[in-house]
């Protein structure tokens, strides 16, 4: 039972470059999240899809594009990074925005920007 | 957004040592959770508890909603406890969750 996969595990990016980091569930759920964590900091919401076919802003959604591609996955695109950018990316997800369940996260991307 | 805070920010504990940490927020919520975080960064779910108490083992939990707040006990500690606890809340309506900064838990054989 795979949970919340997320690739890559770790990258390097050169300022100005671009990327898409993935993310794929397969326990059915309906809500799916992008988070960062910078060091010594808590998880902080960038993007979130409270079902397939919509996407809203989190906290610090500047710099950042999302896609639910279908109900498994959603990705997140870096159209032009910058070293501010440097972080640990986790992908969540949960049944569903009224459910009452808990998140569940994958391992995280750890993204340097160069 | 709903403000989030944990206490204490750091704590160092004996082994078989027990604790108490909190976590405070601002808003109502209709979602809490624990988490911890291992020292290889994995996120592991502890408790889903938006009200009342859950035990899991040598963990247990605790929100009172009305007063706004939530305690994580850790009794009989243990090496493997160590890492950062976090809370993690969402508000009523729009299902954003806010993170504290987390109480990172060294505990010493």
């Known amino acids: 039972n795979a949970g919340v996969t997320q690739t890559p595990k770790f990258q390097v990016l050169k300022t100005g470059q671009s990327m898409t980091l993935q993310c794929a569930q397969d326990?059915?759920?309906?809500?799916m999240y992008w988070y960062r964590q910078d060091p010594g900091m808590g998880l902080r919401l960038i993007y979130y899809s409270a079902s397939e076919g919509t996407t809203d802003k989190g906290e610090v959604p500047n710099g950042y594009n999302v896609s639910r591609l279908n109900k498994r996955e959603f990705s997140l695109r870096l159209e032009s990074a910058a070293p501010s950018q440097t972080s640990v990316y986790f992908c969540?997800?949960?049944?569903?925005?009224?459910?009452?369940?808990?998140?569940?996260f994958g391992d995280g991307t750890r993204l340097s920007i160069l | 957004g709903i403000q989030v805070e944990q206490s204490p920010p750091d704590l160092i504990l004996q082994e078989g040592a027990n604790s108490t940490l909190r976590c405070n927020f601002s808003d109502s919520v209709n979602n809490l959770q624990w988490f911890h975080q291992n020292p290889w960064g994995q996120l592991i779910n502890l408790f889903y508890?938006?009200?009342g108490t859950k035990q899991n083992g040598r963990l247990s939990a605790t929100t009172v909603a009305t007063e706004r707040y939530s305690l994580l006990y850790i009794s009989s500690s243990q090496t493997t406890d160590s890492g950062v606890y976090f809370c993690a809340v969402a508000e009523w309506i729009f299902n954003k969750f806010y993170f504290g900064s987390g109480t990172k838990l060294n505990v010493k054989p």
């Open positions: 969540a997800s949960r049944s569903g925005i009224n459910s009452n369940q808990p998140q569940h």
């Open positions: 326990m059915n759920h309906n809500s």
């Open positions: 508890i938006p009200s």
